[in-house]
């Protein structure tokens, strides 16, 4: 019984990571594949529509059509998801109906008991709204328009069987991994004792993640590399049946015509094709393949995957259908998957490792009294928080906007419930603050997640734009409280000496949540309701609370100092004449906090879309910034302890940010030759030019986009230089001792928000007057190395300079 307590935490931990890494795999399995059968089926519809069009403007009613049974059948025959296939007039009325022999009944009937199918078809309500089908519609032309419309039912249910048995194996070998790690937890603690196993529990845990990913990363490409394949090989496949019903009733391919434009139309069909081609005994008859391909310019033209399928012409020959694909399109649509899954993947990470590291403190040895046992259990309750409501961030807009739509309310009412969350979280700052040193620190939290909950419940259960607004404001509110009880909770753990690593859980906690919040949150939108996601996140505060209530330890109850009977109103006069917390706060506080929401989160998605990135690229460059902060935040405390000055680590963030905007604006600068907007030195355009031509500059380069990854990057860097180190440099200034370090932290907090606020407020205007062109970014660039000028100068000069780890 001892040793499974022992281990219970680890084995809990290491079970919830692996459903985690399973349910992630197998939710971006299901979406991708999904997308890419899709696509497929859409492609053999094309060929139906292709003939069909080509009846239709001939003039002929589409009743006459001949042929259409075999035709819809060759291509079920394809693809085995495609339950029907149909041609409808423009009323949506059945024209044609050819159906898998146990749906038929359901999907379509006669109209009259002496009709064939030239006599119309009618459609049952089943045939609008199955629950697992989905329907491609294809227009049919004729020389005046739209005239009907192709139909394919297909059975979703078909194509998500494929991605589950190749996720069998997955199941099985993730549960032999959990078997594994509980029985080597048990053997060592047995064998070797407590210190031995504690020592092996994160490389044991890292290893068993790490054969986790590789299986999930085999299945998942295998499932793409088919997918993708089959698209070709599924019109191969339509064109080789098209073709041989011919042949087989004894017609040479000698007697055909127009082979060529129908192996030219396949191609148009799915452009990714290099070349599709009829040979006989190697000899080529008929072939039509990209012009690049031709010369020799294509990606993948010396590795293509060849499907070969043969085609009955004649005893004495033996013609195949040959198509050609490069191995760079499987490449690439397994790239696109890889992203967002080592995405996914880096959150369900930092969510795991963040409790293991609780996890090994706590179970360390050393008492609930020892500093880094505390701080290790502090960041899972603050990141918890954070979780809870970053689950809800990527559908919240779409929310607002159904809601506003639904009440009947003019659209700009859609950012009030955004607004009243930054009023919210800023209105609960002073007051949680004031009663930091009147409660229990521990009961602050609980308050603070316990709002949180309350808002995301309110909203996920009363679709209403009250509820909306009135949930996101409580929402702030615990938000702000959880700010001020993780800051409060962490100096009072820490040393004097140790500002700096206090207020990195705070900022690791918050960045970590955001990350693991914002990834998994967008994957379970995908696949359940957005009001259900919230009640999720609703049900990961009341996690938090049990957290706090049963995990995280109490601090003994603090006497408040002499210092803090100062009024708030003669706290904030003090706080505005103190020389060191008004340069901290002008120089370094408003200004990160500018760069935070004026370029990171506004500017820089508006730029990198005008520049040609898309959305995808968008978002992982919001994940490189968000990463590069979470990292460099666990460094910055290391940092300030070596070069044992605080406003050194201050100046060389502020440095990082002016680099990062000003390479920003460069590298997606238009290079159209349109002048620069009046207010940008001509000198600006000129090394933007320069830079991007070194580069190679054209469409979205390899070169370029590697170096706005740097750009991303430097801000990154600046960031995380920066968000823990200036909380730490308030907290430990002069004037924090008098007026008191909570009410000081909670006023910086206050103000620093200006920052927020004037960032979009600021940039936003600019880029408008510059028409979208990025090289107004230069100059916020040039006046954020100013300041970082201006503060090194200032802290050299004295002011209250304090080395602080």
């Known amino acids: 019984m001892t040793a499974l307590r022992r281990v219970l935490p680890g084995i809990m931990l290491t079970a919830i990571s692996l459903l985690l890494f399973a349910y992630v795999g197998y939710g971006e399995a299901t979406r991708v594949y999904l997308q890419i059968r899709m696509e497929r089926i859409d492609q053999l519809g094309a060929t139906l529509q292709t003939a ?66 030239a006599a119309g078809w009618t459609a049952t309500p089943q045939h ?63 064998w070797r004792g407590e210190a031995v196993r504690q020592r092996w529990l994160t490389p044991l845990f890292l290893g068993v993640l790490a054969v986790n990913l590789a299986v999930l990363t085999t299945v998942m490409f295998d499932l793409y590399r088919k997918g993708t394949e089959g698209q070709a090989e599924a019109l191969a496949r339509s064109m080789a049946a098209r073709i041989s019903a011919a042949t087989e009733i004894g017609i040479p391919l000698s007697a055909f015509s127009g082979i060529d434009a129908t192996l030219a139309e396949y191609r148009r069909i799915n452009p990714n094709i290099a070349a599709i081609s009829l ?4 000899k080529v008859l008929y072939s039509v393949e990209d012009q690049r391909v031709a010369l020799g310019l294509a990606d993948g033209v010396f590795e293509r995957l060849t499907f070969d399928l043969p085609i009955q012409d004649s005893p004495e ?37 963040m409790f293991l590291r ?29 979780f809870a409501d970053a689950l809800s961030l990527s559908m919240l807009p779409e929310i607002a906007k159904e809601t506003v739509a639904a009440a009947g309310l003019p659209s700009e009412w859609v950012s009030l419930p955004f607004t009243l969350f930054f009023v919210g979280l800023t209105g609960a700052l002073l007051p949680a603050s004031y009663v930091t040193e009147r409660i229990e620190v521990r009961k602050l939290f609980l308050i603070g997640a316990a709002a949180v909950g309350g808002g995301l419940f309110l909203v996920s259960l009363v679709p209403e734009f009250w509820s909306l607004c009135l949930g996101r404001a409580i929402g702030g509110v615990g938000q702000g409280t959880l700010l001020v009880a993780v800051q409060a909770y962490a100096f009072d ?68 100092p002499a210092g803090e009977s100062v009024s708030l109103i003669g706290a904030v006069g003090r706080l505005a004449r103190a020389p060191d917390f008004m340069a901290v706060l002008g120089l370094v506080g408003i200004t990160s906090k500018f760069a935070l929401a004026g370029v990171a989160m506004f500017a ?29 935040t666990g460094i910055a405390p290391r940092l300030v302890g070596r070069l044992g000055s605080i406003d050194g680590v201050l100046t ?69 230089l920066i968000a823990a180190p200036v909380v730490a440099r308030v907290a430990d200034s002069r004037v924090a001792s008098t007026v008191g370090r909570e009410r000081t932290l909670a006023v910086y907090r206050l103000a620093e928000r200006a920052g927020h606020i004037l960032g979009p407020t600021l940039v936003g205007p600019v880029l408008l007057a510059a028409h979208g062109n990025a090289t107004p970014l230069t100059v916020f660039a040039v006046v954020f190395a100013g300041m970082a000028v201006l503060y090194g100068i200032w802290s050299i000069a004295g002011h209250d300079r304090r080395g602080v780890a």
């Open 52 to 117: 069909v069009g080509q009846f239709a403007k001939s003039g002929l009613p589409l009743d006459q059509f001949g042929g259409f049974e075999r035709r819809s059948q060759q291509v079920r025959t394809v693809d085995p998801a495609i339950m029907a296939g149909l041609i409808v007039d423009v009323d949506g009325r059945p024209i044609f109906c050819e159906a898998d022999a146990t749906v038929r009944d359901r999907l379509c009937r006669p109209a009259g008991d002496t009709g064939g199918p």
């Open 652 to 720: 060389i963030g502020m440095v990082m940010l002016a680099l990062g905007i000003g390479l920003l604006g460069l590298l997606v600068a238009p290079l159209d030759g349109a002048a620069p907007p009046p207010f940008v030195p001509t000198w600006v355009a000129v090394l933007a030019a320069d830079l991007q031509g070194a580069l190679g500059a054209s469409v979205v380069p390899v070169a370029t986009g590697l170096a706005v990854v740097v750009a991303v990057a430097a801000l990154g860097v600046g960031q995380g």
């Open 358 to 386: 609780a996890v090994r403190e706590g179970q360390g040895g050393a008492g609930s009294e020892d500093t880094a046992v505390r701080l290790a259990l502090l960041r899972p309750a603050y990141f918890l928080g954070i």
């Open 279 to 282: 040979l006989d005994q190697s």
């Open 604 to 632: 820089m998605p508006l730029v990198l879309h005008q520049a040609g990135y898309q959305d995808d690229e968008v978002g992982q460059a919001l994940m490189v910034f968000a990463v590069v902060t979470y990292l460099i």
């Open 493 to 560: 753990v820490v040393g004097s000496g140790q500002r700096t690593r206090a207020a990195a859980v705070q900022v690791m906690g918050y960045n970590g949540g955001l990350i693991v919040g914002t990834g998994l949150g967008g994957l379970l939108a995908v696949f359940n309701p957005d009001r259900d996601v919230l009640f999720v996140g609703g049900l990961v505060a009341v996690a938090a609370c049990l957290y706090i209530v049963f995990v995280l330890p109490a601090l003994p109850h603090r006497r408040q």
């Open 128 to 190: 609008r709204g199955l629950e697992t089908d989905a329907t491609v519609r294809l227009p049919i032309r004729d020389k005046f328009g739209v005239v009907g419309s192709v139909l394919l039912h297909v059975d979703q249910m078909r194509i998500k069987q494929v991605v589950d048995e190749a996720f069998y194996p997955v199941f099985i070998i993730t549960g032999g991994l959990f078997l594994l790690f509980t029985a080597v937890q048990l053997i060592l603690w047995a």
């Open 317 to 353: 020959h033996n013609v195949v259908l040959s198509v050609e694909l490069p191995v760079s399109v499987v490449l690439a649509a397994m790239a696109t998957g890889a992203r967002n899954f080592l995405a996914l993947f880096f959150g369900c990470a930092v969510f795991a490792l």
